[in-house]
């Protein structure tokens, strides 16, 4: 009942005229980000970081918009993925196997209506979920010493690295690269300043939203230089989108599709580390394996559009409970959220729920509402995003990049943060060239002061004696799961991304003429 | 051969980061742990993470070529000179300057580029000074 009462004053504070239209704004902007070939969710909100910051928005206000542009670009993915066959990141590969070939049949219209509403499904789904669930973890973890907190660090790395990247070793280089970055600065503890090389420049650290829009959003800019991505890609391509509502017929048939990978999607999202891609690959799989007894899916069947839109969706939601309630992230964009929070001076955690009500619930009130705001827009307004996406990226992307050099220079003003930045979008570009996840890099950069203090603060309490870590039946069973995270995906986890596109694959082989 | 180097790379980086730790004054206000243990602790995952990436490489990726890697390049120069430069040229000018490059490396003609360019300055002036009142970097011109 608490929670209920928490989720309606949630209302009070999202309902303002100034964070509706933050949320209208966060709406559009994502699904504008979400649709671009190319950018996906955790680089359009990296990019519009410092947009939020520089408009000098207080807490609440700030996360409404880039929680708005997180959904947004969830549900802007598919766009891209149906009408041009270019998924923006992982998760909308699934989407693209039945949804290009609607799209090709003459039926792009109602695989985008239908996608629109499993979205939405799946969205608001997670989001009761999150209401339900996150205060029922937070109760676990106010039961949290700084032993269970390393421990509980660790289970972030070792999960997040195993599932983004197809090597354990890269994965754990990348995270240690990020811890490393976060011990530049002085000291908290003892006030010693530490790898600075004399620079005063450095003592307050590594600013991490210079490091975060330099590694996913410039980096994004070099790969466009390197591809010359620009006038082949998109341009010339006709559009055409049919009628806009599906039948009765297709919406019946694909009902029992989308809840069930509502289902699957939530359950992929919070646990740590899985994240959207996982929850769109399950929902398509399993629907496939249910429904599929005709062979119609990878040749435009409706319902292969609906399960992984709505498993991806609900998964985005998923992703929040552990970030909110924990402090850590279950996927790579809510780690780019994370940023945002510690930015503004908000600990994610348990405590978060205790300290700062208004902050979370008027976060999920504004979950809901940007939903409804998608689902409006995403219908009947489809046909200015899609002439959105005919703009070339040889025009936008050069935007894109300047708009990155503004925020940061609005919010450091200083040459040496952009200089700083340049350099982080041309190590992001080398990583992403050699196959290295940059989502550990920015975890380790977010979460490595946090983690040494509560190494610190757990070995002190204890008297000097390492073995504390180790000694609670809570920190023991974190420590288990984190090593079985990162061992499994060594088995397991060559698997996934090979099957996401071996299916997507097949499916192109049996439509090409 | 590529993530052999890379490995080695990050061995060589977990050495000088060891290196480093090791140098850090300890302060008499120092707890048990102290500051050099957690980055050390980095170094040495760190150093068996290269370890096993020399060991076991991936697959060569697709480097672009010669002329390629001087086109990113260029772009980086043509960036470090931007974030160097506002300052001193002022928001207006260095931004049409380097937008219209980028746009024109992307594969616009020249005339485009330069519309572009200074179209793209002109509405983030309006947008972020004008309308949200952002502070942009002056030039001597004054904008």
Same mark, same amino acid.
């Given at each position: ?31 504008? #980000? ?38 947004? $670009? ?25 949804? =290009? ?23 608001? #789904? ?12 937070v109760k676990?973890a106010l039961?949290f ?5 390393? $421990? ?48 005063? =420049? ?26 010359? =991505? ?55 799989? #399993? ?28 998964? $985005?939601?998923?992703? +929040?409970?552990?970030?909110?309630a924990l ?22 955690g348990p405590l978060l729920f205790n ?120 920190? +023991?069973? +974190? ?35 | ?27 008499? +206000? ?91 300055? $002109? ?5 972020? =000074? ?14």
């Amino acid at each position: 009942m608490e929670t209920f009462s928490s989720l309606a004053d949630g209302f009070v504070v999202a309902m303002t005229w100034q964070n509706l239209l933050l949320a209208l704004l966060g709406c559009f902007l994502g699904t504008v #980000m979400g649709a671009l070939p190319g950018l996906g969710p955790s680089n359009g909100v990296a990019i519009l970081i410092p947009l939020a910051f520089t408009l000098g928005l207080g807490a609440t206000p700030s996360l409404i918009l880039l929680t708005s542009v997180y959904y947004g $670009a969830m549900y802007g993915g598919r766009i891209s993925s149906i009408l041009l066959n270019i998924p923006g990141d992982a998760p909308a590969l699934m989407t693209c196997i039945d949804g =290009h070939p609607m799209a090709k049949q003459g039926r792009g219209g109602e695989a985008l209506a239908l996608s629109g509403f499993a979205s939405f499904f799946g969205s608001f #789904m997670a989001t009761i979920g999150l209401v339900l669930l996150a205060p029922q973890l937070v109760k676990i973890a106010l039961a949290f010493g700084p032993a269970e907190y390393f $421990a509980l660090f660790v289970l972030a790395f070792a999960t997040l690295g195993g599932v983004s990247s197809k090597n354990q070793g890269k994965a754990a280089l990348a995270a240690m690269l990020g811890l490393g970055l976060a011990m530049v600065g002085v000291d908290t503890q003892t006030g010693v300043p530490r790898f600075t090389f004399g620079m005063v =420049h450095f003592y307050d650290g590594i600013d991490f939203l210079v490091a975060i829009v330099g590694l996913f959003a410039l980096s994004e800019v070099f790969i466009f230089i390197e591809h010359r =991505h620009g006038a082949s890609d998109v341009e010339g391509k006709k559009v055409e989108l049919g009628r806009l509502t599906p039948s009765k017929q297709t919406m019946k048939s694909s009902i029992m599709p989308t809840i069930r990978s509502t289902i699957v999607g939530f359950i992929a999202g919070v646990l740590p580390g899985a994240g959207a891609s996982l929850g769109s690959f399950l929902s398509y799989s #399993m629907e496939k394996r249910i429904c599929d007894k005709d062979g119609t899916f990878g040749n435009g069947d409706p319902r292969g559009v609906a399960a992984p839109e709505a498993g991806n969706n609900a998964a $985005a939601g998923g992703a +929040l409970v552990p970030m909110l309630a924990l402090g850590v992230p279950g996927s790579g964009t809510t780690a780019v959220l994370l940023a945002v929070l510690l930015a503004l001076n908000i600990t994610p955690g348990p405590l978060l729920f205790n300290n700062n009500p208004d902050v979370v619930w008027g976060l999920i009130a504004a979950l809901f509402i940007a939903n409804i705001i998608l689902l409006l827009l995403n219908i009947p307004f489809v046909g200015i995003f899609i002439r959105i996406l005919l703009v070339p990226p040889r025009i936008l992307m050069p935007a894109v990049a300047m708009i990155s050099f503004v925020g940061i220079y609005g919010i450091a003003g200083s040459s040496f943060d952009l200089t700083i930045m340049v350099m982080f979008g041309i190590i992001g570009w080398a990583l992403r060239k050699l196959d290295v996840p940059l989502v550990p890099v920015i975890l380790g950069v977010l979460l490595g002061n946090n983690m040494e203090v509560n190494l610190r603060r757990a070995v002190t309490i204890s008297d000097g004696d390492w073995s504390v870590l180790f000694q609670s039946p809570l920190s +023991l069973s +974190l420590w288990a799961v984190a090593v079985i995270g990162f061992v499994l995906p060594i088995f397991v986890g060559r698997i996934l991304p090979k099957k996401m596109k071996k299916l997507a694959k097949e499916a192109e082989e049996e439509i090409a003429p | 051969m590529s993530d052999r180097i890379f490995g080695a790379v990050g061995l060589l980086l977990a050495v000088l980061f060891a290196y480093s730790a090791l140098q850090i004054q300890e302060s008499f +206000l120092s707890d048990s742990v102290g500051p050099k243990a957690f980055p050390l602790i980095i170094s040495a995952i760190l150093a068996i993470s290269s370890l096993s990436i020399i060991l076991k490489p991936d697959s060569e990726p697709d480097w672009p070529n010669v002329k390629r890697l001087a086109e990113i390049f260029a772009a980086l120069v043509v960036m470090l000179a931007y974030a160097e430069l506002l300052p001193v040229v002022g928001f207006a000018i260095s931004t049409a300057v380097a937008s219209a490059y980028l746009t024109w490396r992307l594969g616009s003609t020249p005339i485009q580029s330069v519309i572009v360019g200074i179209s793209i300055s $002109a509405s983030i002036y309006v947008i972020f =000074h004008l309308i949200f009142g952002l502070s942009l970097a002056k030039g001597p011109l004054g904008f």
